[in-house]
């Protein structure tokens, strides 16, 4: 179920409630860098599943090889007994990496990510006050980049397409915890700031010409909001008897622009600015019960909201197999509400863990069929593509049994 993270109320481990602090002067610093350069797979040779047996190259499924570089480094630093920041950089990069599928099927003469890039920096500072209103504070700022780039051709008379989009993520929350008569409380909010730049471009093989496209596989310069508060309770009713209850603002909203001449669905489909927003109030409750000093029993409630995101509203472009993915710029949000129960053994020897769910899901947000420009399939270099959107399908439920059994041949 994390298709409904946006919505969970419960963005914290009750184990980091009035944590640990570091002791003045202490530092910790960390540093790393990874090369990689991966050869062709190869297959089993003795496989019976006739589907892997008829691989068109033998064994070794080429091309499958790719090469790139991974690196981070980290920074903890206590200055003063219970005042904390961490500094954090990652960074991965990954070249030529093809999409070996495309190549087994025929579909392509070449189909490859050159690049994909990852990057992220963020910063926490984490402050234990133990007086007055808040007891403990930790705030983060991040800044994350992922960028990636195909090159597509699907013969060698065709033309080459070449596509890249860059997503820039600009991120801060804040969390405050409490201990009041009794109450643990947790509070705070965070925000998140998307940008999207994205083009495509055609290269004619023989001459080397270069024609680019009215827009990428998604808006340039699109952008995606995503801002909420949140609260969370846990008290202890009776002796064995622990109840905890939580709730979660979200305000969503997309911006981008429909450049004149994408038409799409008929015509019908907006030109101009886009501007489109969700909101969302999401709450979960849950009782514990220790019914012995193994054994603890619970239940909750929760409930789920998924707000459109600029690839459900806005992709345009070839998705997996043989799809052409188009917008639906009148998408609904998703709901849902779930049920659990279950059981926790921690003995000497055994531990164990079991669960039974059941959730029921409001406007799914899933592909389905549908016409673009009047036509339910797109002809792309002679290949026939299938013309398929996000929909709100209907409604769904998920359930199920979960069991879990450890046996410790030694605790550490």
């Known amino acids: 179920m994390d298709r409904f993270s946006a919505g969970t109320p419960l963005p914290i481990a009750k184990k980091s409630f009035m944590g640990p602090s570091n002791p003045a002067g202490r530092s910790w610093r960390g540093a790393g860098l990874s090369i990689k350069d991966f050869g062709h797979l190869k297959r089993g040779a003795a496989s019976r599943d006739r589907s892997i047996e008829t691989t068109t190259n033998g064994t070794e499924q080429r091309p499958t090889a790719f090469y790139g570089h991974d690196g981070d480094a980290k920074l903890l630093y206590a200055w003063k007994p219970g005042r904390t920041i961490t500094l954090a950089w990652q960074r991965s990069r990954q070249f030529e990496v093809p999409r070996y599928d495309k190549y087994e099927s025929g579909r392509a003469v070449r189909w490859i990510f050159d690049p994909q890039e990852r990057d992220l920096a963020y910063g926490t500072f984490v402050h234990v006050i133990k007086e007055g209103w808040i007891d403990r504070f930790r705030g983060t700022l991040s800044w994350q980049r992922q960028a990636e780039a195909r090159e ?16 820039i993520t600009r991120g801060a929350s804040l969390q405050g915890e409490k201990l009041l008569s009794g109450h643990e409380l947790t509070f705070g909010g965070d925000a998140y700031f998307d940008r999207v730049d994205s083009d495509r471009f055609f290269i004619e093989p023989v001459t080397g010409s270069r024609t680019d496209d009215i827009r990428g596989r998604f808006p340039d310069d699109a952008r995606y909001e995503n801002l909420g508060i949140f609260l969370r309770d846990e008290y202890r009713l009776l002796e064995r008897w622990t109840a905890s209850a939580g709730t979660r603002a979200g305000r969503f909203e997309a911006e981008f622009r429909v450049p004149e001449g994408e038409g799409g669905n008929g015509g019908e489909e907006s030109i101009g600015d886009v501007e489109q927003s969700f909101h969302a109030l999401s709450s979960s409750a849950s009782l514990t019960f220790e019914a012995g000093d193994h054994l603890m029993l619970s239940a909750g409630l929760s409930q789920g909201f998924r707000a459109p995101n600029l690839s459900d509203l806005a992709k345009l472009g070839e998705s997996k197999g043989t799809t052409f993915e188009v ?28 669960a039974i769910y059941y959730a029921a899901i409001r406007d799914l947000i899933a592909t389905g069929d549908t016409t673009w420009n009047g036509s339910p399939t797109i002809e792309i270099n002679g290949d026939l593509k299938q013309i398929r959107t996000k929909k709100n399908l209907g409604d769904g439920f998920l359930r199920g049994i979960e069991v879990e059994l450890r046996y410790l041949l030694a605790r550490s």
């Open 152 to 167: 597509i051709q699907s013969d060698s008379l065709t033309l080459i397409t070449r596509e890249k989009d860059a997503t």
């Open 327 to 354: 917008p639906n710029h009148g998408l609904r949000p998703e709901k849902l509400i779930s049920y659990d129960l279950g059981a926790r053994y921690a003995g000497r020897k055994i531990e164990g863990n079991a």
